[in-house]
Nanobody, 126 residues
């Protein structure tokens, strides 16, 4: 089993920055990819970014391209999401997720992932 623990959320003014972290523990040796999703009140969970553990290929949803950067630290088995130029519409609970093996599901879909963190609140004030 894999445990994911997010940290780094908080309250920030528009234009500001935050860095989220997601530390993985447990049976992490077979991690294929990790992703970030977010869910605002009354809305469905949406994809934000993902990174392939081996090779470091990344993908982003269009609304965060150029502002957010996903990265990982292999030694610490930790994923990061650097969020710059934050906007009020970025306000949501952010979740990290991990998948053990490559699947046929796109990494932009929640169903592709095996494990989820508990979420961390990000609030951007205008």
């Amino acid at each position: 089993q894999v445990q994911l623990v997010e940290s780094g959320g908080g309250l920030v003014q528009a234009g500001g920055s935050l860095r989220l972290s997601c530390a993985a523990s447990g049976r992490t040796f077979s991690t294929h990819a990790m992703g970030w999703f977010r869910q605002a009140p009354g809305k469905e969970r949406e994809f934000v970014a993902a990174i392939i553990w081996s090779g470091g290929n990344t993908m982003y949803t269009d609304s965060v391209k150029g502002r957010f950067t996903v990265s990982r630290d292999n030694a610490k088995i930790t994923e990061y999401l650097q969020m710059n130029s934050l906007k009020p519409e970025d306000t949501a609970v952010y979740y990290c997720a991990a998948v053990n093996r490559a699947t046929s599901w796109s990494l932009m879909l929640p169903r592709a992932y095996d494990h989820w963190g508990q979420g961390t609140q990000v609030t951007v004030s205008s």
